[in-house]
């Protein structure tokens, strides 16, 4: 056995069977990711739209392609036809692109909307103001070709576990009350992604449903 397999076994064992594995294999290439097939992982995180697209022809149908990273209207059309779940929703404007495309596909595309939760300026995301501005707006809910499946978001970078947590629990706090004030009556909404390799165990503590690991599976990336 590879230490890829080896690798998502003890990553398997170590968090509950309700919590989903998306395997992030940004830079990777096709073997490493059939590797990790071979220990049974289906779900694969890219954040490039290129790099995705590229993967999912050259690998078999029953792979989840998840976009994990920024995504740029103008990618929205190539990437549809393979994208299982977008996780990285951070604006009204994507939302409705997505939209747009997914209609003509006739297709309805899983989304979860980026919360800004970590102190660096660099990471996307809606604002908790921004997203309650936008689960206000009636236009929001004319979108029928996206389902709104959930949060997703990103801790800040650092060994301090305090700050980890609160920011995580911030993410969690939010869902409760958007599940509560917005989809009470949906089921679809119902996903917390987050989680990475430094930072998934307390992630899962804190109530997530998704976590996204990259280099605890692959090794580091260059
Ligand atoms: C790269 C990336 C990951 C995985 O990061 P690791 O630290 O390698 O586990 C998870 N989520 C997003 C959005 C990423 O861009």
């Known amino acids: 056995m590879t230490s890829i397999q080896n690798n998502i076994e003890l990553i398997l064992k ?16 096709i073997e490493e990711i059939k590797e990790a097939i071979k220990a049974n992982q289906y779900a694969f995180g890219e954040n490039r739209v290129q790099e995705l697209v590229s993967k999912a022809q050259q690998l078999h149908k029953e792979i989840e392609w998840h976009m994990i990273g920024h995504l740029q209207t103008n990618k929205v059309k190539q990437l549809l036809p393979y994208v299982h779940m977008i996780h990285s929703v951070d ?7 997505i939209n747009k495309e997914a209609l003509k596909l006739s297709t ?17 995301g809606f ?15 004319e979108l029928k070709n996206i389902r709104v499946s959930g949060l997703m978001g990103m801790a800040t970078y650092t060994q301090d576990e305090k700050i980890i947590r609160a920011e995580f629990s911030s993410l969690r706090k939010l869902f409760d009350k958007i599940k509560k004030d917005y989809y009470s009556d949906n089921e679809n909404f119902k996903e917390i992604s987050m989680g990475m390799s430094n930072d998934f165990k307390i992630a899962i503590e804190e ?11 692959f090794g580091e990336r260059n």
């Open 207 to 217: 109530g997530s449903t998704i976590v996204r690991i990259g280099s605890l599976i």
């Open 91 to 97: 604006s009204f404007k994507l939302a409705k692109e």
């Open 14 to 29: 170590s968090i509950p069977k309700h919590v989903k594995l998306i395997a992030v294999s940004k830079t990777k290439p």
């Open 108 to 124: 309805t595309v899983p989304c979860l909307l980026q919360v800004h939760i970590a102190k660096e300026e660099t990471k996307f």
């Open 127 to 141: 604002t908790e103001y921004e997203i309650l501005e936008l689960l206000n707006k009636p236009e929001f809910y």
